[in-house]
């Protein structure tokens, strides 16, 4: 990838918790991983010298411990934007932006000063609205930065209108262009993963490794 930021976003996304005998463990959801690694290609990679993670904890808002909407679950049938589910989440579980930065700089080597998680936002446009309020500290950004935003194809379609929308000027930064860029075997991994429909969508596979065999971006098959 030729382009440079002063700054990537990576928007959150679902991370699982696993209950042992001993307390548990935290994984990252297919998807998240493939971000998360795509992160980490951009700053050992020098696309970008710093990192903000996005993303609140969602355990008993949007999903439980082994799912999202998860029908087998009491409480856990649809989104829970309560009060209490935010507090009780807050408490008994790790953000996803908390998450995400532990795997960062324990499997990926990203030191803990290049990345700032923001734990709060529970959605897409909250994502977009503390974004805003974190670009206007001062010293820390000068408010002239060049921003992007991190994800995978199917979600920038949705979110990266949110951002604009906001007023935030963004470009799009597309996990599987940077995975591509890094190895070429990354290729058919990425088109295993859009064999089966993604947000609602069947993608064009072969479109797909055709823009990543050739080292072109996804941004052609936004609208």
């Known amino acids: 990838m030729n382009q440079r930021f002063d700054l990537v976003c990576q928007l959150g996304s679902q991370v699982k918790f696993v209950p042992t005998d001993t307390g ?27 990192l903000i993670i996005l993303g609140g904890s969602n355990f008993g808002v949007r999903y439980d411990d082994q799912g999202i909407f998860n029908a087998q679950h009491p409480t856990q049938s649809s989104a829970n934007f309560s009060f209490e589910a935010f507090a009780n989440s807050d408490f008994t579980r790790k953000s996803e932006a908390a998450v995400i930065k532990d795997a960062l700089v ?16 529970a959605t897409t446009e909250e994502n977009a609205e503390f974004l805003k309020i974190i670009l206007k500290r001062r010293p820390m950004f000068t408010g002239s930065e060049k921003v992007g935003i991190l994800t995978l194809l199917y979600h920038m379609k949705r979110a990266l209108p949110v951002f604009h929308e906001a007023g935030l000027n963004v470009e799009p930064v597309f996990a599987e262009d940077i995975l591509a860029g890094e190895c070429h075997e990354q290729v058919d991994a990425i088109c295993e993963y859009y064999s089966a429909p993604k947000g609602g969508k069947q993608y064009d596979v072969d479109r797909i490794r055709d823009l990543l065999s050739k080292g072109r971006s996804l941004i052609e098959l936004l609208p």
């Open 24 to 50: 548990g463990y935290y994984e990252l959801a297919e998807h998240t991983e493939m971000r998360t690694r795509a992160a980490a290609g951009i700053i050992n990679n020098g696309i970008a010298p710093r």
């Open 106 to 121: 324990k499997h990926y080597g990203v030191g803990s000063e290049k990345v700032f998680a923001e734990t709060l936002s």
